[in-house]
């Protein structure tokens, strides 16, 4: 794969410049992705041993050993390093994974919400991190806005949004050819549902969706209208 072939090509170039500190960072990139955890640390305690204060490498580290749920003490260290060097929006959002790995939701969540919504727009993983956070304090209908976001981009994303899936229950009536749909909820709901009958039988072609379950919202129902 991509992965192991970038691999390759960073370890050639180490072994002819064993000082090139950015291929060193990069080649345990991609040993993270591909999973080999052992390698890339041995990766990253080299740069590290050279550059103390490489904030890209203390970031990497806290994040993998963030995701793996391993070391958080470590991975607190490191990305405290990283964040008193730069505080980059990256170093924000590994600190808090490890909140949140740390069972820190608030903490994860004010940390996230401070990352600028143009960031988590264009960042999958970010918007990923603040949907699973969001999922794990019950505020489901935020989470999923966000899942929304990342779910096409990472499998983690569509897994946990998946597991609300199957919980969702909408209700369309005479959708099928309707040119007209009301969105009804609760109570309304029998007021559009007569509405919608009496403009069938005045030739209009109208129909009602009404959610039954709201949390989780139903979005792939209006989706598909």
Do not use: C
Request: charged share 25%; proline share 3%.
């Amino acid at each position: 794969g991509a992965y192991a072939k970038a691999a390759q090509v960073f370890r050639n170039i180490l072994k002819i410049r064993p000082q090139y500190h950015e291929a060193r960072l990069h080649y345990a990139y991609a040993l993270e992705s591909l999973k080999k955890y052992k390698e890339m640390e041995t990766q990253l305690n080299t740069l590290l041993e050279e550059q103390s204060n490489h904030a890209p490498a203390l970031n990497l580290y806290a994040y993998s050993l963030a995701l793996r749920g391993t070391r958080l003490h470590q991975a607190e260290e490191y990305i405290a390093r990283a964040l008193a060097l730069a505080q980059d929006e990256a170093f924000i959002d590994t600190q808090a994974w490890i909140y949140f790995k740390q069972g820190k939701l608030e903490e994860a969540l004010n940390l996230l919400l401070s990352i600028s919504p143009k960031t988590v727009e264009q960042n999958a993983e970010i918007a990923y991190h603040l949907g699973a956070v969001l999922a794990a304090k019950g505020e489901n209908n935020k989470a999923l806005i966000y899942l929304e976001k990342s779910r096409k981009e990472l499998k983690e994303a569509e897994k946990l949004y998946a597991t609300w899936d199957k919980d969702v229950r909408v209700e369309n009536y005479l959708t099928d050819d309707a040119e007209i749909i009301f969105a009804a909820y609760g109570i309304s709901a029998r007021i559009s549902r007569a509405v919608v009958k009496q403009l069938r039988e005045e030739g209009i072609k109208a129909g009602m969706i009404r959610p039954i379950t709201v949390s989780p919202f139903p979005y792939d129902a209006f989706r598909n209208l």
